[in-house]
């Protein structure tokens, strides 16, 4: 009798790792997120730097056990194509809006939202400060979706609304301690000039049904705007503040947290972005074909203390 009891228990434990082994091997092990470039402020140009990535979004992305891919301005539709069946998600970074910027953002916004309408595969994607302005034109097909705020170098609190409980981002999967955090401390580094109001979202019939608005905050003006929301169907993230600056940016005279508790909210950020992508199983057709787009041929250049606002920053040539 006991030893019939133990083959019982041993096929359960196996069937129980059998699952589990499946389990690992549907996740993507090596993701790879793509990250827009944008053109280069005039005062900030190298020789022929024509485009540049911040190396805060790039560290903020590696540091979830990700790689990266920046996906330069001014190229083909071909070389846009291959990058989006070929990477696991992008990142749309903070800075100026042009209109090569949301060219090539709304490629990859048009594809996200195409491939998941006709096979439910997911290619996430999450826009961070001008990156979840342009969520918002994109979505509501319209540039003349923001308000002038008062919103650049400040820290603050969360205010979370009913819709964040059961959202994806700051739902179940958020650590009380982080929430703590966000809601009572001033976790969050903003650096906007344009805004959109919580009134203003809630009155759009496009903007509510596309996205659920998760947190408001206080500009400096003590006027609320949106500060975190997400698609409600689709694998589509955006927060209006930084928090890739609260662990890779350090200018001096700023307002940008570095404490524990701001490193803690980054990183729970950062990883949940990229563990949506982990669900993504794309991949370059060979490893050769990987190594001539990943970030690692290009070096970051240390801006020096008065250039720009970044401590450091890749350049792309023509």
Known sequence: MMIKLFLIILVILQSKAYDTVKHVSNENTRPIIGILSQPTPYDWQKPNGTTYIAASYVKYVEATGAQVVPILMNQSIEYYSHLFNSINGVLFPGGDSTDEYLYVANLFYVWSLKQFDETQRVFPIWGTCLGFEVLLMLTRRSTDVL???????????????????????????????????????????????????????TND???????????????????TFVSTMESRRYPIFGVQWHPEKNAFEWRVNTTIPHTKDAIDVMQYMANFFTNQTRQNTNHFDSLQDELKYLI???????MGLDVSHFQQMYFFYK
């Open 296 to 302: 690692y041929q290009y070096t970051p250049e240390f």
């Open 205 to 223: 019939p496009v903007l509510s049904t596309f996205y659920k608005m998760l947190t408001i905050s206080p500009d400096l003006e003590d006027r």
């Open 147 to 201: 308000e002038p705020c008062k919103g650049y170098d400040f820290a603050t609190e969360l205010t979370f609304t009913p819709d964040a409980a059961n959202s994806r981002l700051l739902g179940s999967s958020l650590p009380s301690s982080v929430k703590t955090s966000l809601e009572n401390e001033p976790t969050t580094a903003n650096y906007h000039n344009f805004c959109i109001r919580p009134e203003n979202f």
